[in-house]
Structures are given as structure tokens and as C-alpha cells.
């Protein structure tokens, strides 16, 4: 009873208290955010409830996360505020046992705790019925399932949360330790698991580690079709059930060590150091006799000398005071030496891309270490966060030693006291700044890189992010040293980061009004800061006049003495506002304004600021006005010639144009539409016969031009124009990162006028279109579409198909050199300008770009087989410290011109082939006809060290070259199987060809992994897919299945023949459709079945052996017999799985051991095509050989998403 | 430097009157604040210490308004508060240094030679390289009292500093502040008689935020003479007494009950006369016998 009783008081006690509810307040306002934020678009999309099961049950166990930190404080209160607040002689000794004083503390603090969590239902419930939500997304109501969520997730992660932070807070004595058992909690759960996928790689070893059923939630509704998302009920099935069971044993067992270790006693300090060396406790007597020597000690008679120097000796002594505070604190040093051991541990095995290692160049390690002030989706959020909570340290350091009266009335000014702190505080930012420097270059090193850059590393770590941490120290220190409670300037400045993180998010976007932020700067080694410094600077300088703004505001309110109330508080202020203060803060106010104004002007005057609304509201609007003129008749472009001035040091482009009309259409054409580039000045526009403009929104960007006389079907017609780009001032947005004195690259799309009404402009997201009362349309024109033969013109969207003439003039400075499509004719040196004429040998495509930089240029000359074409020049534009990968680069060029000259006739663009490096950030390559372009990330790819031995980059440049051979498709569903999946499939062949069969497996290896593109099941068959797994991943393997199951050959003449009769690029383009009428012609009957289920039907083979097992003969053979099992199913678009019969040839294999690290299997001892129906199968052969594995398709080559169970290790019998 | 305060209210934000128009005039030298708990010593205290606003009424040091010239009545303070702790993993010496940086010794040797002597007189000169954390409650008191002493202030305010200290380590402390009081204004607050009788050349008495008496003791005991009476009786007749006569304390005195009594003439057989204290003079204000709670007689 006596347990009741304590569980009562505390139960009251905590319940009466502000700080038990604002955690409630808090986590139902995250949640409702949350839902919000995160699964609105979500389910507007993707077409599940906003309120389904699924999502409460996610929201639920994210939120108890939030909560884990949020609602710390309850039981370290319930568990320590005895001994805290001196009271534990008087509840020590008192007849109550240990299981009643801690069970009642326990258990009230787990039922406030489950209070507090009724939180995350109510934010749900409130984020779906309160104004703003669809009608269409909301469900019915269903409290099963909020019950679920709270029972299954919240209610045992109350539990073993509350269980770990209650026995640290008992142990540990202290309330704080309920938030150092929290953040032990979430770092043994979320390290734990991260290790495991570091380390072993596969997240289901982590599962025992799931404290919180994050992961288990995950692997459980993984499979869940868009209906079971919006309806299935979260159930507690075994997984769910074990992992549960298993922690909420481990929160028991912690209450149990809690119970076995506590004692009623008095605690004695026993330092940790105290076991080691034993000091002798300090003890000075004092001497018995009264008017003893002491006295007679005289104390110099030294006052204080007050001026300027003693306030900087103060400073600096408030300065290394905290900072050592900081350094030596358990948040401290410590902490941050181990966040940056951690990352120099890390980071060696995150510099790859798609399993390819990456060279640590340091401009690339530097963007590991860096993030801007306002981007929540780092890691290093938890800087600004260990700022916050060290200054609210710092404020509160001498106040909670008990020094606060003294030191408040020592006089020290308060602005001394203010920023003596703050120095400390950056003190120990500089420190941390040392120790990321240091775990990049150990980085480096570990990496056996050894061009350091320690310069740049110095500029960008202490020049650029420091300056933003400091702001964020100014503004945390202002907070905690204003707020007069401590839990309260904790949350004040931890709502104040949240806003800075988020306020994009809530619609506010113009850097002027977030604190801290600013354009982003960037650095690469091909652009160096570029233009980015200026801009970022402009902003820092505004942010660091509010700071000093701020800065006085602190010296006016900081908490001195004893006063709480805000009134005797302002009154102080008044006291405060000495001459020397309102001099600061009309200095302070003066650069505000005068930095703001220059800003503002600079963004909002000079150029066009838009907020992210304003531009989803002319995008309709220009859908609402012109969308009435999509698909008129328009004359399609046929050539262009242009003259381009680049001058990189002003960062200007001039360009004077002219295109050549050509009326392809059966109408005549009395209006001309033309849609001038947003974001550049298109002038003189002139049509070479009468016409007036009619129509010249500037706005939206549209011109009308009436012809005097239409132009008739067959006609032509010029178009000149001029187009300007030059920024004027800076952006809110910052530079144009391809503008700059180093490096200028533009594309046609960006910049040139286009003709006709652009569909490419609308709103094109669900939401947003609703938002803005569009009716909802198709992303892509379907492939019925384009049977019935509407104009896919393939105009918009994804790209030109039009084949134009092309020529151009391009000048730029001495040094560098201009790149542009087709073959260099000339190059002249004029007025101490370079000059370059370009003019492609065949037709390209109306997507071209420019680049201007010092390049170093390899040139070499391809010489096709006789009779297969011209000459080819390959040229590679590169940055001169980025030729690591040149040769390799080169290689794969040479193959795809060998291979693809073969299988799909002669290069199709001429005598030239150019790769250009640009200044695009990723990593990734692009192609248009004659040019491929390839990121500096590209450059980085470093395959000599990939531990799979595959040549990623060779891949990708095959890739790239096989879309030069890319036939012109039309924009309508199934064209990535045109595109992407005809590149992969040709670059497939490059690869197999140069570096033989064991290499493509690898990369086949590489496809079938789950990383970066997972593989998609429910959806269309891939005639008409759009997605990336259908481009990428299933579209090749199609077209390679069939080229296993017939011969390449037959698939390649397919190929050849499509290309054939679209290469012109004239209406109509080529659909998937007749693609797949070429398979069909080329493909033997027996195969039909097999090409239908590839492409027209979305089929997975469920393809698993079950066993296998061997059995040496007398003859000294090896007889092996496997147990399969074969299935094959269609899955539709919602995710449900038709079973189809099946009966084809499928190969069986039996290998030796593997004798090569990497490779898959041993020597092939057995690979024949047996003819499997659905179910299961025992199959015997018989091998030479003792066999190591053995199973049904063992390369994967029909499409299974299963990668693991195909074959299995065979069993020995004796 | 003379200390004035004029007409000083100040009523928390509970309802609690601390201060109720207290006027005082505190001279060079020891002055002694006597009161019981609760009386509003620690405000009136801090008030004078910078670091809580009055309501009303103004306070002068000198030519300096304490009210106002915070920064500047800081630059001569001293102040030792009720209750104080201390950075438990720093030594005496470094953060009686730091403090002296925060106190205007600006000058690394001065500081250095200032601490030393402040660690000596406080006589923990042999401790000063131990942690804070390790002394005891007498050491920490001491450390308390050199912070105070730092920079030779104009003011000393010390507020119940006897409280935790064993008898020697009192009577030394008494004897360390008795020095300061030669050259600068000591207030000391206490609700223990014999701090102020043994140390104070003026002294106030202070009860519900109300002044009661301000006199020298030693002329208040002067005054007291002839009034205050002593008898012993047994412990049940208390009651009886306490009704026809003033009683102003009792205290048990081997087995009986020992009580003194307010009154100008013989209160009647049995007492005698007592030689009077200053413990009388305090129950008698207290009792509002003399001072200002002057009982309608």
C-alpha cells in the first residue's frame, strides 16, 4: 500500500508541474508536423490515407523518438529529485522498503511517460481532421488503429525507455542522467545498427538491436502494396512480437540492477580517479587559539583598477574559463574528439559511389565536413545542438555552483560576462574545427591520398563554417542568458534552431529573414569558390550585425541578481542603457539596415526574388493563359546558328541567334508562339517576313507574333534573336554556380528560346496541381496514346528529338578554351580573344550546351573496320589535375565505337566524339549527339580500389556512347526502354566485349543489388514502364534475357532495324511499341511466351533451390541431385500477384569451388537448360568433378527479385 | 563611507512584504543587523548587495545610488551571501585568483600577492592546491570570506555567516571581520545575539521587514539596566507566570526553568535582579517591550 501511496504523491507532484506538459505540448505539435510534413505529399501521391494504420503506426514509433529526448526529464525528476534537492535522509528513513520507493517512483514516472505519449495520437487526429487536408486522403476512423500504434509502439517504448533513464537517474543520483540514459539508449540502438551495416552489412543481423521496433515496423510493412498501406492493420506478428518481448525484458533487467544496486545511504563521492591515487581529503583546522598569527598577516591594500584593460584581462579569463568548462565537461572535448575519430573512421568507406571507392580529393572531403546553418538533413545538426546545450552550460555554470550571487555582484560588466562566454564558446568551435581538419586529412591519408590542401582546408572550415557557428553561439548564449529558467532557454533556443531548420519548409524563404542563413557557398577544383563567396559574404555581414544587435539586447536583459520578473527586468534594462550601449546598438542597427537595404537591393531590385509559392502560381497561371495553345501547328526547328560571346570574368554571355523555321505540319501557320528563357533577356527577336508581335508577356514568358501571310505547309522561315546573361548584383538564391570566372557552362534548354507552347512549365505534382485547381492530367502521354497516332512529338519534357543543323561561333577569353557541338572548324585569336567555329557534320538534337575553361585536350583518331563509316576524333575536355581516369575513359570510347559500329552500324554523328568534364555537382555523365558530359564527380571515381573488381566508370562511358547511337523516341510511356534500357543493354555487350564474361557479371552483380535503385514489383509491364527500376535495372535484364535465350545477334539486328527506320528523328517517333515489333519479328516461336512475359506483361520468376546434395558413384563421378522450386507470377500496378503457369527452359548448373576471391562460382561443371513447370522439381546430373554449388539459373538471367536462394552450397553425402 | 537607506519596500511577487519603508544609517564599521528567520535580513542584504530591486526608497553609499550605480558600488563590494558554493574541481588559490580578475586586480604579481595573503589569513594557505570540492563546510566559509575580502572593499556585506561554522572557526571568522571593520562599512546580518554583541559598534533589529531598534548595544544594554529580572522557578509554573508578568525568555537551567522579565520596577518576590545582555535587549524588542513595536502600555 505503501507503493500506492508514493506512486499517488509522485504521480500529483509531477502532474502539477508545467515541465511534465510541455513536453505533451511539444510532441503533439511534432507530430502534427510530422504527419504534415512528411506524409501529405505522401499520400497524396502515392494514394494511401493520410490516417491508415501504416502511417499512424510510423508516426507513432518517429515520434516516441522525438519524445525520447523531448520527455527525458520526467523520470529523472521522479527518480533523483530526493537526493537533488537534499531531502533523501528524511525518505531514506523512513520504514519503507526498496521495491515500494523505487516500484512507486517507477511506476509514475512510466505512467506520466504514457501520458505524455497520448501526445502522438492527439498530433495525428489533429493533423488530419484540422483545415487543410483533402477530403480524398482522410480514412475513416478507426481507433484500432491508433490503439494499435499506442500499444504495440508507444506504450513498450515508454517502457524501455523509461525503465534505462530511471535506473541511470537512481544510480547516477543526478535528474540529468535521465537524458544521459536517453541518448545511451539511442546510441547503443541507432550506433549499434549502423555498425551492423557497416561492419556486416546486412540490417537483419541488427534486428535484436531494434529497442524502438523502428526497423521491425519497416521490415514488416516493407512489402505493403499502396491498399494494405491505406488499410492493413499493424498486427503483432512474431517478429514484431519477439523483438518486443526481447527489450522490454532488457527495460526489466535494467530495473532489476536498479533494485539490486540502490541502497538507502548516504553517497559518498567517489571520484573515478579517487580508487586509483587516494588523496587525503582537505583539511586546514582552524587554530584553536583565538588572535593567532593569522591576524597579523597583512593583505595588501590593492583595488581594482577599472578601464578598458581589465575588461579585456576579464574577457579573456571568462573566456579560458569556459572554455575549459566546456573542453573538460562530459559533453565536451570528449565528445567531439570521438565525433571526429568516428568520422575519420567512416568516411573511408562513404567515399564511393555505387560501391565504387571515390579519390578523397579535398574539395570532396570538405563537403563531409561542412553543412550550412539552415539544412536539417545532416549529421552535423548535432553541432548547433551541443552549442546550445554548452551555452546554456556556460549561462548557467555559476549560478548552478552557487557562485551566482557572488559573481553577479563582482563588477564585472555584463557585456564582459556575455562575451568572455562567447569566446569560449568559439574557442572551443575552433577547437572542433582543428579536430574535423584532422579527421579529414587522417582520411586522406588512410586512403594513401596525399595532396592535402591544408590551405583550403583553413579557409573553408575556419573561415566559412565557423563564421555560421558562431552566429548560431551568438544567438543560443543570447537565449540562455535572457531566459531566466534553464529548461526553458533550452527549449527557447532549441525552438529558435528549429526554426532556422525549417522555416523553408513553413514557406519562408528569403534568406534575409532566417537567422544564419545565406546562399550556399561551394568550392570544386575546377570553379574554385566561384562567384558563391560574395553573396554568402553579403548575408554573413547582415547576420553579424543583428548578432551584435543582439548582443546589446543581452547586455540590456541578461539575468543578473536576483530579479525574475520581466518588469523589474526592463526596468534594469533602462538602468543598463548606458551612452556607450545605444551607441552599439544604433551602430548595430545601422549596419542592419544599411547591409539588409544593400541585400535587399542586390535580391529583391536588381534581380527578381520569387518565393517558392509565387512560382507554383505562375507556373498555373501560365497553364490557365497559353495552355490553350498546346499541340496548335507550329513550325518545328530545322537550324540554328548563333554567335556566342563568352566573357568569364564578367560572368556574361552574349548570344545572337538565328534559328530556321520549317512548317512540317498539313496547316498553315499564321502565328508564331515563342517561349523565351525565364531568367535571361531575350531581345530584338525579329521574323524575316512581315509580322507583329501581338502577345509579349514578360511575366510568364510568352510572345505571340502574327504573320501577315501564314506559313504555308513545306515553308520555312527565319527567326533572329539576341539572348543576354549577365547576373546583376547576387540572387537570394546565389550564384549561378556555371557562371563563373574559371568555368562557364550553359545548356540550350536553359537559356535559347523555344518555339510553341511548353507543357514542360506547368505544375506537374498531384498536390500542387490540385492546389492551384488544375485538373489532373497524365505525366506522360500513354502508349494508347501514341497508337492512335496523336503528335507525341517528344517536343517537351524529356528532351529534343528534332535533328537540327547547327553551327556556331563562339568567342572567350585568351586562356580558355570554348567547347561547343560538332566539328571545330577554325580557331582564330582576335583582339586578344579566342575565337572557335563549330558546325556539326549531321543533324543533332535541340539540347546542346556550352563550355568554356581551361581545358587540357587529348585528341586521338579512331579508325573504324573498312567499310563501317569515317574516322572518328575523340577528344577529352578535362580539368588539368583530373586525369585519372583519361585512359580508362578513353578505353571504354574506343570499345563502344568497336562494338557499337558492329551491332548497330556506323557512329551516327560525324568525325568528332567529345567528353567535357563540367562543374556539375553528383556524379554522372550525360550525352547528346557528339558531346558527353561528365561531372568533376565523375573524375573522382577511383575503380582501381573497388573491392569487386568491376570498372564502374568504363560502364558508364559505354553507357553514355550507347546513347549516341539512341534512337530519336517519342515522349509517351515506355520510352526509357528506348533510352536508358537500349544504353545498358548496348553497354552490357562494350563490357562483355572488352573485359570478358566474368566482368559483366559483375556489373550484372552490381544491377541486381538493391542499392541505388531497389527493384520495383508492383507495376506495368516495361512497354509501358516510366520508373527507374524498369529503366535501369529490369530493361536491360529483359533485353539480356532474351539475347541469352536467342542469340544477341537477333536482338542487335532488332536494335538496328528500329534505329534504322526512326534515325531521322521525323514524325513518328519510335514507342516502345515498335520496338517490341521488332523483337517479335526477330524472336523464334518457342520464344514468344518468353518475350511476351519480358515486356508485355511485368513477370518475376520465383526461381529457389531448396537443396542440393552429391554423392560420389562407384565410377568415381559425382552424381548431384537438387530439390527446386520454380514459380512465376505477374504483379500488377497495385500489388497483386497473379500466379501463371510455367513451362520453360531454364538452365541448372553445377560448379567446383571458387578458386578467386570475387568470383561467384568455381568452374562451370555442369550448365544445361532443363525444362521446368511450376512447383517443385528434383533434378540429378552427374559431374566429373567434387561440386561446391549447384541451382536453377545460377546467373539470374530471367528477372527474380529473390538474388540469394537461386543456388545454394551442395551437401556432401557420405 | 556612510551607507544611507531611505524609506526601502520591496513585496515579492507572492504577496510576502520582505521590506516594510525601512530607514537606516550605517556608519564606518562593524554594524550588525539582528533578526530572526524570515525577518527580511537576506533582502535587505541583497538589496544592498546590487542584486535585488526595491520597491521604494532609495539607498546611498557615500555619493554613490546603489539603486543606479550598480557598476560602480560593485567596484568597492564585498559580499559573502547566506548560502554559496564553489567550482568542486578547482583549487582555492585558481579560482580565488579568478575572482580577484573579476574583482579589478587586474595586475598578474598583485593578484598573486593579494591571493596569498587573503589564503593565508583565512588560513588555507596549506590547502590552496586542493579541490573545492573536498573541503568542508568551516573551509568553504573561510574561502567565502576571502572572495569578500577581495580588492579592500568600501562595503561588506555579510549575510549570516555563522551559521555553519564550529565555535573556533566563529570566533576566528568574528575576529577577521572585526579587522575589516576599521576601515570599511561591515553590515553583518545574524540571528545569533552574540555576533553582534561581541563585534558591532551599531546594530539594528530587524523583524517582518520592519526595523524595530537601532542602537549601539552597548548603550541599549546600558538602557536595559534595572529592568530585565531573573527568577527560577519550576517548569509547570511557567504558565502562571507568563501571565502576570512580561516574560521575555526562558531557558531551562538545571532541571528548572530560569526566566527573565521585562520590567521597569521590581516585578515582585522571588526575582532578582538580572545584569542585562543583549539578548535581553533583542527579546525585549522582540517582545515589543522598547523599540518602535512599542506596545500600547
Not at chain 1, 481532421?129 to 500499444?151: N, S
Not at chain 1, 526592463?570 to 545601422?590: C, E, K, M, S
Not at chain 1, 588539368?880 to 562494338?899: G, K, Q
Not at chain 1, 528500329?1058 to 521525323?1066: D, F, Q, T, V
Amino acid at each position: 500500500m505503501k507503493l500506492l501511496g508514493i506512486f499517488r504523491f509522485e504521480l500529483a507532484y509531477q502532474a502539477r508541474r508545467l515541465s511534465t506538459w510541455l513536453p505533451f505540448a511539444a510532441l503533439a505539435v511534432i507530430t502534427f508536423l510530422f504527419v504534415r510534413g512528411n506524409f501529405l505529399a505522401d499520400a497524396l501521391y502515392a494514394d494511401f490515407y493520410l490516417n491508415s494504420p501504416y502511417v499512424i503506426a510510423v508516426v507513432t514509433v518517429f515520434c516516441s523518438l522525438f519524445w525520447l529526448l523531448l520527455g527525458a526529464g520526467v523520470a529523472g525528476e521522479v527518480a533523483a529529485r530526493d537526493v537533488e534537492a537534499g531531502m533523501h535522509p528524511l525518505t531514506y528513513t523512513v520504514p519503507v522498503r526498496k521495491a515500494e520507493h523505487l516500484g512507486g517512483r517507477f511506476l509514475a514516472a512510466f505512467v506520466l511517460n504514457a501520458l505524455v505519449l497520448l501526445a502522438v495520437p492527439l498530433g495525428v487526429v489533429l493533423a488530419v481532421y484540422a483545415p487543410g487536408v483533402d477530403a480524398e486522403v482522410i480514412g475513416p476512423f478507426r481507433p484500432a488503429a491508433y490503439l494499435a500504434a499506442y500499444g504495440f509502439f508507444a506504450l513498450p517504448n515508454a517502457f524501455i525507455a523509461t525503465a534505462v533513464q530511471f535506473s541511470v537517474a537512481t544510480l547516477g543520483r543526478r535528474a540529468i542522467g535521465s537524458y544521459l540514459g536517453s541518448v545511451l539508449l539511442f546510441g547503443v540502438v541507432y550506433g549499434g545498427i549502423f555498425a551492423v551495416m557497416l561492419f556486416l552489412r546486412r540490417l537483419e543481423y541488427a534486428a535484436p538491436l531494434d529497442a524502438f521496433a523502428h526497423l521491425t515496423l519497416f521490415d514488416v510493412t516493407l512489402g505493403w502494396t499502396p491498399i494494405e498501406k491505406s488499410t492493413r492493420l499493424v498486427g503483432l506478428d512474431g517478429r514484431l512480437l519477439w523483438r518486443r518481448l526481447l527489450w522490454i525484458g532488457i527495460g526489466a533487467g535494467a530495473l532489476a540492477f536498479t533494485y539490486a544496486r540502490f541502497r538507502f545511504a548516504h553517497h559518498a563521492p567517489r571520484p573515478l580517479w579517487g580508487r586509483l591515487a587516494r588523496r587525503r581529503p582537505a583539511h586546514a583546522p582552524t587554530p584553536a587559539a583565538i588572535g593567532d598569527a593569522g591576524s597579523a598577516i597583512s593583505v595588501p591594500q590593492v583595488r581594482g583598477a577599472f578601464g578598458p584593460a581589465l575588461y579585456a584581462r576579464q574577457t579573456l579569463a571568462i573566456a579560458g574559463e569556459s572554455f575549459r568548462a566546456i573542453a573538460k565537461s562530459r559533453a565536451g572535448l570528449v565528445v567531439l574528439a570521438v565525433l571526429a575519430a568516428i568520422t575519420a573512421r567512416v568516411l573511408p568507406e562513404n567515399l564511393e559511389s555505387m560501391g565504387t571507392p571515390l579519390l578523397p580529393r579535398t574539395e570532396y572531403v570538405l563537403t563531409f565536413l561542412t553543412a550550412p546553418l539552415t539544412d536539417p538533413m545532416t549529421p552535423w545538426v548535432v553541432v548547433p545542438l551541443l552549442v546550445i546545450l554548452w551555452a546554456g552550460e556556460l549561462v548557467w555554470r555559476e549560478r548552478e555552483a552557487g557562485l551566482g550571487e557572488i559573481t553577479d555582484a563582482a563588477p564585472v560588466p555584463e557585456w564582459v560576462l556575455f562575451l568572455g562566454k562567447l569566446l569560449g564558446l568559439g574557442l572551443v568551435l575552433v577547437a572542433w574545427m582543428a579536430l574535423l581538419a584532422l579527421a579529414g586529412v587522417l582520411v586522406q591519408v588512410q586512403m594513401g591520398y596525399t595532396r592535402f590542401e591544408l590551405g583550403l582546408y583553413l579557409k573553408v572550415l575556419f573561415g566559412l563554417q565557423l563564421a555560421e557557428y558562431l552566429l548560431l553561439a551568438v544567438l543560443a548564449l543570447v537565449i540562455q542568458g535572457v531566459v531566466s529558467q534553464k529548461y526553458l532557454g533550452h527549449l527557447a533556443a532549441l525552438a529558435a534552431y528549429a526554426l532556422i531548420l525549417f522555416a523553408a519548409r513553413l514557406g519562408v524563404g528569403h534568406n534575409l529573414l532566417v537567422y544564419g542563413s545565406a546562399p550556399d557557398w561551394s568550392y570544386t577544383d575546377m570553379r574554385g569558390f566561384g562567384a558563391s563567396l560574395a553573396p554568402w559574404l553579403w548575408f554573413m555581414l547582415y547576420w553579424g550585425a543583428w548578432a551584435l544587435l543582439l548582443a546589446v539586447a543581452a547586455r540590456l536583459l541578461w539575468v543578473r541578481g536576483l530579479e525574475r520578473g520581466l518588469r523589474t527586468r526592463l526596468r534594469l534594462a533602462r538602468g543598463r542603457l548606458t551612452r556607450p550601449t545605444v551607441r552599439a546598438a544604433a551602430v548595430a542597427a545601422g549596419l542592419v539596415v544599411a547591409l539588409g537595404g544593400f541585400v535587399f537591393y542586390n535580391t529583391n531590385v536588381l534581380n527578381e526574388y520569387r518565393s517558392a509559392s509565387e512560382v507554383a502560381g505562375r507556373r498555373a497561371e501560365y497553364e490557365r493563359r497559353y495552355g490553350r495553345y498546346e499541340g496548335i501547328p507550329q513550325p518545328r526547328l530545322a537550324g540554328v546558328r548563333l554567335r556566342v560571346e563568352i566573357h568569364p570574368r564578367r560572368r556574361a554571355v552574349e548570344i545572337r541567334g538565328t534559328y530556321h523555321l520549317v512548317n512540317h505540319t498539313a496547316a498553315a501557320i499564321d502565328s508564331i508562339h515563342l517561349a523565351p528563357a525565364p531568367g535571361v533577356e531575350t531581345g530584338s527577336v525579329r521574323l524575316h517576313r512581315p509580322a507583329r508581335r501581338v502577345v509579349a508577356d514578360d511575366v510568364l514568358w510568352h510572345q505571340v507574333y502574327a504573320l501577315e501571310s501564314p506559313l504555308q505547309p513545306g515553308d520555312s522561315l527565319r527567326l533572329s534573336f539576341t539572348v543576354r546573361a549577365e547576373p546583376r548584383g547576387f540572387r537570394n538564391g546565389g550564384a549561378n554556380p556555371f557562371m563563373t570566372p574559371n568555368i562557364t557552362y550553359f545548356r540550350s534548354q536553359e537559356w535559347m528560346p523555344a518555339i510553341g507552347y511548353q507543357p514542360g512549365r506547368e505544375l506537374f505534382k498531384p498536390a500542387e496541381r490540385r492546389a492551384h485547381g488544375l485538373p489532373r492530367r497524365p505525366m506522360v502521354p500513354s502508349l494508347a496514346a501514341a497508337g492512335a497516332g496523336q503528335d507525341i512529338t517528344g517536343e517537351t519534357g524529356m528532351g529534343g528529338v528534332e535533328r537540327i543543323a547547327f553551327e556556331a561561333v563562339v568567342g572567350t577569353d585568351a586562356g580558355q578554351t570554348a567547347v561547343a557541338p560538332g566539328a571545330l572548324r577554325r580557331t582564330w585569336t582576335e583582339r586578344g580573344r579566342r575565337w572557335f567555329h563549330y558546325a556539326a557534320d549531321a543533324p543533332i538534337g535541340t539540347e546542346y550546351a556550352f563550355f568554356s575553361a581551361r581545358y587540357a585536350v587529348h585528341e586521338e583518331v579512331w579508325t573504324p573496320p573498312a567499310g563501317s563509316g569515317q574516322p572518328v576524333t575523340i577528344q577529352v575536355y578535362h580539368h588539368p589535375a583530373h586525369a585519372a581516369n583519361l585512359d580508362r575513359m578513353l578505353r571504354s570510347v574506343r570499345a563502344s565505337l568497336d562494338y557499337y559500329t558492329r551491332a548497330f552500324g556506323p557512329y551516327p554523328h560525324g568525325r568528332i566524339i567529345r567528353l567535357v568534364e563540367n562543374p556539375g555537382g553528383g556524379i554522372g555523365a550525360h550525352a547528346e549527339p557528339t558531346t558527353i558530359d561528365y561531372t568533376e564527380g565523375f573524375s573522382r571515381f577511383d575503380p582501381d580500389q573497388d573491392p569487386r573488381g568491376l570498372d564502374l566508370p568504363f560502364a558508364i562511358i559505354a553507357h553514355e556512347m550507347a546513347h549516341e547511337w539512341g534512337v530519336p523516341y517519342a515522349f509517351a510511356e515506355g520510352a526509357p526502354l528506348l533510352s536508358e534500357s537500349f544504353a545498358w543493354y548496348a553497354a552490357m555487350g562494350a563490357v562483355e566485349e572488352a573485359y570478358g564474361r566474368e566482368h559483366l557479371e559483375r556489373l550484372r552483380r552490381f544491377f541486381r543489388q538493391p542499392q541505388p535503385i531497389p527493384p520495383i514489383r508492383q507495376s506495368v509491364p516495361l512497354l509501358r514502364a516510366l520508373d527507374p527500376y524498369a529503366a535501369y535495372r529490369k530493361g536491360p535484364f529483359a533485353l539480356y534475357a532474351l539475347s541469352e535465350y536467342m542469340g544477341r545477334e537477333r536482338v542487335d539486328v532488332a536494335w538496328r532495324r528500329l534505329i534504322a527506320k526512326h534515325r531521322s528523328g521525323a514524325p513518328p517517333l519510335a514507342t516502345s511499341l515498335d520496338l517490341y515489333r521488332e523483337l517479335q519479328a526477330v524472336t523464334p516461336d518457342s520464344l514468344r511466351t518468353l518475350l511476351h512475359d519480358l515486356f508485355a506483361a511485368n513477370t518475376f520468376w520465383e526461381l529457389e533451390t531448396e537443396r542440393a546434395t552429391a554423392r560420389r558413384t562407384a565410377a568415381g563421378a559425382w552424381q548431384v541431385t537438387l530439390r527446386v522450386k520454380a514459380r512465376k507470377v505477374t504483379v500488377d500496378p497495385a500489388g497483386r500477384e497473379t500466379e501463371v503457369p510455367m513451362d520453360e527452359w531454364i538452365p541448372i548448373g553445377v560448379f567446383a569451388p571458387t578458386e578467386r576471391q570475387g568470383a561467384d562460382f568455381g568452374r562451370t561443371l555442369y550448365l544445361r537448360p532443363h525444362r521446368i513447370r511450376s512447383g517443385q522439381h528434383t533434378i540429378t546430373v552427374t559431374v566429373p568433378r567434387r561440386p561446391s554449388d549447384a541451382g536453377i539459373d545460377p546467373y539470374l538471367v530471367l528477372i527474380d527479385t529473390e538474388r540469394f536462394d537461386n543456388v545454394e552450397e551442395v551437401e556432401i553425402e557420405r | 563611507m556612510e551607507l544611507q537607506i531611505r524609506g526601502v519596500s520591496k513585496t515579492y511577487p507572492n504577496g510576502v512584504q520582505a521590506l516594510k519603508d525601512v530607514t537606516l544609517t550605517i556608519p564606518a564599521g562593524m554594524y550588525g543587523l539582528l533578526g530572526p528567520n524570515g525577518a527580511g535580513k537576506s533582502t535587505l542584504m541583497r538589496i544592498l548587495a546590487t542584486l535585488q530591486e526595491p520597491d521604494e526608497g532609495t539607498v546611498h553609499l557615500g555619493e554613490l545610488d546603489v539603486v543606479r550605480q550598480k557598476d560602480a558600488v560593485r567596484q568597492t563590494l564585498g559580499y559573502l551571501p547566506q548560502e554559496f558554493g564553489v567550482y568542486p574541481k578547482v583549487s582555492a588559490e585558481e579560482l580565488l585568483g579568478h575572482f580577484a580578475l573579476l574583482k579589478g586586480i587586474g595586475d598578474r604579481r598583485a593578484r598573486r600577492e593579494v591571493v596569498e595573503a587573503l589564503l593565508r589569513q583565512t588560513n588555507l594557505w596549506e590547502v590552496r592546491r586542493q579541490k573545492l570540492g573536498g573541503y568542508s563546510g568551516g573551509m568553504k566559509q573561510r574561502f567565502g570570506v576571502a572572495v569578500a575580502l577581495l580588492g579592500n572593499p568600501g562595503l561588506m556585506i555579510v549575510d549570516e555567516p555563522t551559521a555553519g561554522l564550529d565555535p573556533a572557526e566563529r570566533v576566528r571568522f568574528l575576529n577577521l571581520l572585526g579587522e575589516l571593520g576599521e576601515n570599511s562599512a561591515v553590515i553583518l546580518s545574524t540571528h545569533i545575539v552574540e555576533d553582534v554583541s561581541e563585534l558591532c559598534t551599531r546594530m539594528a533589529i530587524i523583524d517582518r521587514g520592519e526595523i524595530l531598534l537601532e542602537a549601539e548595544p552597548l548603550g541599549a544594554i546600558e538602557e536595559m539596566k534595572g529592568r530585565i529580572w531573573r527568577r527560577v522557578i519550576e517548569k509547570g509554573a511557567l504558565a502562571a507566570l507568563e501571565r502576570e508578568h512580561a516574560v521575555i525568555s526562558t531557558r531551562l537551567l538545571g532541571g528548572n526553568t530560569l526566566v527573565h522579565v521585562y520590567s521597569p520596577a521590581q516585578p515582585g518576590p522571588g526575582f532578582e535582579a538580572a545584569e542585562p545582555d543583549l539578548e535581553d535587549v533583542y527579546f525585549s524588542t522582540m517582545a515589543g517591550h522598547i523599540g518602535r513595536r512599542r506596545m500600547p502600555a
